[in-house]
């Protein structure tokens, strides 16, 4: 509160004196005639100062100001008025700064009137002399003064060593009227030169319609934050320049300051790297073009290789020798096509072609498969091998199923290779971190060779086996590169934990969510297709493909299984065969003679009759856009060479349900449906008590075409414990069947 609010505030009849001689503000008490009636020492002291008697005790302020204003003094009529107003109720209060030349010099006083309580028209004078204030105020106005002077000489500095152009023109004429010398040195002219001239007469604009663009630009919008123009030197040379413009006020009349920046080596080295990336992206190009070609080359005789062996495992004639060199010739086949898929994945995984696709699976299903895959592995080694689920672990998840197959394969398969002796384990769990997050994680521990402390580091980089991998000198030393980046794609990753000699324990650990049962992708059925389930329509099937050896072998296995097959070598014949036989499925090879397989496919998808026509394309090719294009064309569906027996025929009822016979499950070894106790336990309690009951119920009375019947039931919560009940049943195992649906 400033003294004159706290002089204002003594507004009580009676006046406390010490405090009213205390207060360096003068008071005093005015009647409504004008009479002065109380004052203090600081008032009468200030009315001396000005010389005033009127001011002292008794006096009538209100006659001498009266009498002032008479003898034409302003200030003296400003404040009569103030104080009437404030007397008649006519304001709250009133408040004038006046100054006076006095003999010590000029003075500056602060007036303000406020109304009292006893009485109409008595009021309160408050006078402070504020000529300190005002000299204050005087001195910090010159000393701003004094930094604006500063300022300008800064901005001075500023203009002239700010390392981009800058220019001031005037927009009537364009002249320039004030300019920095980067831009001086940058165009080549002489400051003097330049100034009171315009750029189109010094020829600095390359194109002189950029320049109009530019001017129209900040005509329209005041302001240009960005425009790129050629311009030329005084020597002739030009470049390129970045312009930013704004419309300022200087002295009251509109002006443009506008910056400017050379950007012609930048602009260079942007052309190179252009061309630089331009050489790489041709290199990429040529790379995946080298690489698509030699998976052709390699992947087509592949698919006659590996399709005969199929079908020479399907002959009864063939002795248990011979079955046992093709799984040799099998097995070899598919480790070369694993190499060439490292190969290409990795390539896809550089050039950022590769997505996550998150479905929703059964993952005790997947990791029952796995195990019972590399249980036949562990078992030619002579190893020990375990699998341990953990019991809050969900049926149904959502993730990448492919890719989670493929680096579990990838860790399981080296856990097998490189463990001599004792035992391989897959353990899985679930769990949720403080997000709420549901994260998946897998260990795979061996007992094997272990890995060096200096190999840790690189077992991640590609092409850099360690020195354990070099003594098995087996694949790229690509599996684990490649597995890292799938687990990074998934959202998760990889870690290990080794010691030389005792074996290894990887990690892999990425967030799922939990799955449901509508969305569940259903499985494949694994077993054998031996023939097609009687009483539907006649399959007809149209095979066109140039090379007779791909032909012949899916031809012999499409008529083994009961299909009428037709063949054609090239794709104008599959046009005119579909004609006139009208074949439910066309199996089209895309790189045919006379008329390819993406044409072929164009025309019978344009013809009457041809869209209901199912038409999957055979290729070896690996490109994504490569595959894109193959469907653009019309195609149904694709199959990739080599191709397996089982895609053919799963593709087969997919697109036209066909029903297929399957091989029987007794004729399956036993040891392809092996369940931990730790994890059937598991499983049978998760069923349903009513249905337990019913199997335990068929099986005491021998009822196995019932508990058959039940176990399509079982395959609904799970499908792998369905296959381990029913080879029991077909074991004729009923003693253990017993056991089990009794413990649970």
């Known amino acids: 509160m400033s003294d004159i609010d706290k002089a204002n505030s003594q507004q009580t009849p009676v006046f406390n004196q010490a405090m009213l001689m205390a207060i360096p503000i003068g008071l005093a008490e005015l009647s409504a005639e004008g009479v002065v009636m109380l004052t203090n020492g600081a008032w009468l002291r200030l009315g001396r100062l000005q010389g005033r008697t009127a001011m002292e005790d008794g006096g009538n302020y209100l006659e001498d100001r009266i009498q002032a204003a008479r003898d034409g003094e302003s200030q003296a009529q400003k404040e009569l008025a103030g104080i009437k107003a404030v007397q008649n109720g006519e304001s709250a209060i009133f408040e004038m700064e006046y100054s006076l030349d006095l003999p010590t010099g000029p003075h500056w006083f602060l007036l303000r009137v406020t109304p009292l309580e006893r009485g109409r028209g008595t009021v309160l004078l408050a006078l402070d002399d504020i000529t300190l204030h005002r000299l204050m105020d005087r001195t910090e106005r010159e000393r701003a003064e004094r930094a604006l002077g500063q300022s300008e000489v800064r901005l001075l500095t500023f203009f002239r060593a700010c390392p981009v152009g800058i220019a001031i023109s005037r927009p009537a004429d364009g002249k320039y009227v004030e300019l920095n010398d980067i831009l001086v040195n ?3 002219y002489t400051r003097e030169e330049m100034l009171k001239r315009t750029s189109l007469e010094l020829g600095i604009w390359v194109d002189p319609a950029d320049r109009a663009e530019w001017i129209e630009l900040l005509r329209e919008h005041g302001r240009v934050p960005q425009y790129k123009a050629r311009f030329r030197r005084k020597s002739g040379v030009t470049g390129t320049m970045l312009l930013a413009a704004e419309m300022i006020q200087l002295e009251g009349e509109p002006h443009v300051l506008a910056i400017f920046s050379d950007i012609t080596i930048s602009e260079l080295q942007n052309s190179e790297l252009r061309h630089a990336k331009d050489a790489a992206d041709g290199a990429n190009r040529a790379k995946s073009a ?100 953990a019991p809050d672990l969900p049926r149904l998840v959502v993730a990448d199923e492919g890719k989670l197959r493929q680096v579990l394969v990838n860790l399981l398969s080296n856990a097998v290779k490189f463990t001599g002796d004792g035992r391989v384990e897959l353990k899985v769990g679930m769990s949720r971190k403080a997000d709420r997050q549901l994260w998946l994680s897998t260990r795979i521990t061996d007992t094997g060779v272990g890995i060096a402390a200096g190999d840790v580091a690189k077992l991640f980089q590609q092409f850099e086996p360690t ?66 389930l009687p009483g539907q329509p006649p399959v007809r099937v149209l095979l066109a493909d140039d090379h007779a050896t791909n032909r012949n072998w899916i031809k012999q296995l499409l008529q083994l ?183 649970t």
């Open 467 to 532: 020195d354990g991998g070099r003594k098995f000198n087996t694949g790229t030393g690509l599996g684990l590169a490649i597995s890292r980046q799938y687990a990074r794609l998934m959202g998760g990753d990889i870690t290990v934990t080794s010691q030389s000699g005792l074996g290894s324990c990887f990690e892999l650990q990425i967030p799922v969510q939990e799955g449901h049962e509508e969305f569940a992708v259903q499985s494949v059925n694994l077993r054998r297709v031996m023939g097609l």
């Open 561 to 743: 299984i009961g299909c009428q097959v037709m063949e054609v070598g090239n794709g104008a014949d599959a046009v005119r065969i579909w004609q006139e036989w009208r074949p439910g499925l066309i199996l089209m090879d895309l790189q045919m003679p006379v008329v390819d397989g993406f044409e072929a496919t164009r025309r019978i998808k344009a013809m009457s009759g041809g869209s209901e026509t199912v038409i999957i394309a055979l290729t070896a090719t690996v490109l994504e856009e490569s595959r894109r294009a193959i469907l653009a064309a019309g195609a149904t569906d694709l199959l990739g060479k080599p191709m397996e027996e089982s895609q053919l025929f799963d593709k087969m009822h997919q697109h036209l349900g066909i029903q297929f016979l399957y091989e029987s499950a007794s004729t399956e070894p036993v040891d392809a449906v092996v369940v931990e106790p730790e994890v059937r336990a598991v499983w049978l309690a998760k069923l349903p008590a009513a249905l337990r009951g019913s199997m335990h119920e068929a099986i005491a009375n021998g009822d196995l075409e019932g508990f058959c019947t039940l176990l399509q039931e079982v395959s609904v919560y799970e499908p792998a414990l369905a296959r381990f009940l029913r080879s029991l049943a077909e074991q004729y195992d009923y003693d253990q069947l017993l056991r089990l649906l009794t413990q």
């Open 186 to 188: 940058m165009v080549g």
């Open 290 to 389: 080298f690489l698509a070609n030699m998976s052709h080359e390699i992947r087509t005789p592949m698919n006659a290789i590996l399709g005969y062996t199929q079908l020479l495992h399907r002959d009864p004639a063939i002795s248990t020798e011979a079955r046992e060199k093709l799984t040799v010739i099998s097995r070899s086949g598919q480790h070369l096509l694993a190499l060439i898929e490292d190969v290409l994945e990795m390539s896809k995984i550089e050039a950022g072609r590769v997505s996550v696709q998150p479905i929703c699976f059964n993952l005790t299903s997947l990791l029952v498969d796995l195990a019972a895959m590399f249980r036949q592995r562990t078992d030619a080694k002579e190893l020990q091998f375990e699998l341990q689920l």
